[in-house]
């Protein structure tokens, strides 16, 4: 058919827009899309199996389609929400169009039941739908032996989110190389590591390949506001992968490693050159297997300078005791945030009692809080506002080791493979530090030197916060601190 039966006979149910009508006319047996989000791939490649399963019933002949999803869910979904609404609007106006005839005949796809006529339908099942005439279309999560299963045309939807995507390449290609079976293949991009980016990035001209960015869904008919998504998306780096359709280097990592270098200096990570200003710090809790990371840096300007790296593998408790108290007395750290999941909750309800509660924050990692974190950190590093020691290749592989993938639904995580160099430790350490100058709770209590030498913050006894600070202070000291976060002062 030349075009999709539903905008034939009748006044269209569906209005394509012309970007999908390109993907819809394109006849070729190998056909990869990749589209922006939400911009119909899905919808408009369902829409072209239907229509394909219609025209082998007009032509008295069968056809079966495979659809592999990136999960049960999903593939479920296409049938839902694509498959099955598009199937009965095919069928609705093909009954339409018979109802019209003064005397319907069976070939028309009337069956006469007892003296009356029946329309016709598809047979709709959870993971199936089978079509009166034997065409059938299937739905079922991607793996490698699901693949291996079938003889049928194929559509990989959202195949750079499938796991093991080339392995899964390898079992489902032979099952389309019968002549005349159909492959189609839809994405947004994800990275560099996964067969859908070979396809799409390949210059052989056996593979039709079509490209449209959420610009070009825009003017070819969606209505969408590319710059409120954009503005309240609030993200570049997703909006580049996810509307823009850019393969983002280095496989989405969250610190590339130009910013990492462009951020090292020779100065940094040298104790003796601490200046005495105020300082934040990181405390990442380890005891056995991954690394016990205490990072420093002291606020210069609007400029973190690192003054101290501290990282230790298999030390005790009581070590780590040692070595914190150290720092909290040789640098003025007002706020140092540490790893409070699992093992660190004695720690954290330690330093509490030692040094302060407005000292110490203690954080509870999730994705959403790592995610926050991690991108506080790298807005850092893109602004130049971070000076850290220069040519350490443990440095630069543990800030550089963790990746932001975007799922289907949009949703961002954060991916940390565990080698023998740790879980990205220093990089999350570095994160709990740079937090607090985004968090209103790394305000630190204050008092004036006392004659006795001691530490100007409290340490142990009632916390102080900042209502104490503005009565013994001065009105004007919430107003100080939060100057300096923004590096007002120095």
């Avoid at 800030?399 to 995580?413: E, F």
């Avoid at 009632?462 to 300096?484: C, I, K, M, T, Y």
């Amino acid at each position: 058919m030349s075009a999709p039966f539903l905008e034939k006979g009748l006044e269209p149910v569906i209005r394509f827009h012309d970007y999908q009508r390109a993907w819809l006319a394109d006849k070729s047996r190998f056909k990869a899309g990749m589209f922006a989000r939400q911009t119909g791939k899905t919808f408009t490649t369902s829409s072209e199996i239907v229509d394909d399963c219609i025209e082998h019933m007009i032509q008295e002949r069968r056809t079966r389609w495979v659809i592999l999803s990136r999960g049960e869910r999903q593939a479920k979904e296409a049938l839902d929400e694509a498959i099955k609404p598009l199937s009965k609007a095919y069928y609705a106006i093909y009954n339409e169009i018979r109802s019209r005839f003064d005397e319907p005949r069976e070939e028309e796809g009337v069956f006469r039941v007892q003296g009356e006529t029946r329309d016709l339908d598809a047979d709709y099942k959870t993971f199936e739908v089978i079509f009166p005439h034997g065409s059938r279309i299937t739905a079922v999560p991607a793996s490698p032996d699901t693949a291996r299963g079938f003889s049928a045309n194929m559509f990989l939807d959202e195949f750079a989110f499938h796991a093991q995507s080339k392995a899964i390449w390898g079992a489902a290609f032979p099952i389309i190389s019968k002549t005349g079976l159909k492959l189609r293949v839809t994405s947004t991009p994800n990275g560099k590591g996964n067969k859908f980016y070979e396809i799409m990035t390949g210059e052989d001209p056996v593979w039709s390949r079509h490209t449209v960015t959420i610009q070009q869904a825009v003017a070819g008919g969606l209505d969408r506001n590319v710059e409120e998504l954009r503005r309240g998306l609030g993200d570049e780096d997703i909006w580049a992968q996810e509307y823009e359709l850019k393969f983002l280097e280095d496989g989405g990592t969250v610190l590339p490693m130009e910013f990492v270098t462009a951020c090292e200096h020779a100065d940094a990570g040298k104790p003796e050159l601490y200046q005495g200003g105020l300082c934040i710090a990181g405390n990442d809790i380890a005891a056995r297997g991954d690394l016990w990371v205490f990072w420093v840096f002291e606020i210069v300007g609007d400029v973190l300078w690192c003054r101290e790296l501290i990282v230790r593998r298999k030390i005790s408790f009581a070590e780590q005791d040692v070595i914190v108290a150290d720092a909290m007395r040789r640098y003025n750290i007002i706020h140092l945030g540490v790893d409070q999941t699992g093992m660190g909750e004695k720690p954290v309800q330690d330093m509490h009692r030692l040094y302060g509660v407005d000292r110490i924050h203690g954080v509870h990692f999730n994705p959403a809080i790592k995610l926050d974190l991690a991108n506080g950190a790298r807005r850092r590093f893109e602004e130049r506002r971070i000076r850290i020691p220069q040519g350490s290749d443990e440095l630069r592989a543990d800030l550089t080791k963790t990746k932001r993938l975007v799922g289907p639904t949009g949703i961002a995580r954060l991916l940390t493979e565990r080698d023998e160099g740790g879980h990205a430790d220093r990089f999350w350490a570095l994160c709990l530090a740079i937090g607090g100058l985004s968090s209103d709770q790394w305000m630190a209590a204050y008092r004036p030197v006392n004659t006795h030498g001691r530490d100007r913050y409290i340490g142990a006894g009632e916390p102080r916060g900042l209502d104490w600070l503005a009565d013994h202070d001065g009105p004007n000291v919430p107003a100080f601190l939060s100057g300096l976060r923004r590096g007002k002062y120095h």
